[in-house]
């Protein structure tokens, strides 16, 4: 009975041991987004659905969260037009929308936040920069009502002060130290 328990043991640690586990994080999804050369466009775009994406050499702060979160298997498109399907009244009535509309739904900041706010950890909006952890999505105003979405990464800023952010205001998908820029209207943490 030991020596079986022991074979057990043995076969169950190779088993273990013998498989490489890759744990890949938003931040290590958003960082590898910034190889891949896009052009902000954007372009309202009819996309295939559910894992729909418009063409992956263009984008915007949007595609950046919805491209990370893909990578980690997670189809926001998916996910806020379910939501957005049976919540559609609390969702922002910005753009003068009566129903859903898959193809950019997900790629709109406010419907973004409002689903962050739904069902992901809404977390505090200060100018403390250890407030934002890797993994955390930030949303600015830019001015005007102009929104703004990006990841913080696990890299930091020269001063060693700040997490640096990965978004795309305009020259792709870039990783910059812009967390104090802009107004942050929102802070959150998403995992499904």
Known sequence: MKKAFFILVILFYNLIVG???????????????????????????????????????????????????????????????????????????????????KNIDHRRVPNLMKFFERHGTIKVKSTNSSNYLPGDIVCWNLSEGITHIGIVINQKSNDGKRNLIVHNIGAGQVIEDCLFDFKIIGHYRYNL
Request: proline letters at 5%; glycine letters at 6%.
């Open 19 to 101: 498989q490489e586990v890759q744990n890949i994080t938003l931040s290590d999804a958003a960082v590898a987004l910034t190889k891949q050369k896009v052009t902000y466009d954007p372009s309202y775009y009819s996309i295939s659905y559910p894992n729909g994406d418009i063409p992956n050499s263009k984008g915007v702060c949007t595609d950046v969260i919805i491209r990370a979160y893909r990578i980690l298997g997670i189809d926001l498109q998916k996910e806020v037009h379910e939501d957005m399907r049976g919540n559609f009244n609390k969702y922002p009535k910005i753009w003068g929308l009566t129903a859903t509309d």
